[in-house]
């Protein structure tokens, strides 16, 4: 173990093993809806909580929360159209 700095606080690393790295999960924009939702209908509701519901960082479901007028008001029609829909309208091939 490695001591660092003058409080003696000892630090481990771990093996640089894929296993152990967090995988990166995107929401989308109806997720990021369900978390704005969520959040103004339980304002006791702490940040960690919801992004623990939905396995992100906290400061993750911050960021969405200071763009939440912009999530609010996504159309439900358009959450509902497939990205690979519309990669075929728009394909050239």
Do not use: W
Request: net charge positive; with cysteine.
């Amino acid at each position: 173990m490695k001591t660092t700095g003058t409080n003696n606080i000892k630090r481990t690393k771990l093996p640089n093993d894929s296993s152990n790295k967090k995988r990166r999960i995107t929401l989308t924009k109806a997720q990021k809806k369900e978390v704005c939702i969520l959040a103004k209908n339980n304002p006791s509701l702490k940040h960690q909580d919801i992004a623990n519901k939905y396995d992100i960082g906290h400061n993750t479901i911050t960021e969405i929360l200071t763009k939440k007028d912009y999530f609010l008001n996504i159309d439900e029609n358009l959450l509902q159209v497939n990205k690979k829909e519309i990669d075929k309208l728009f394909s050239l091939n």
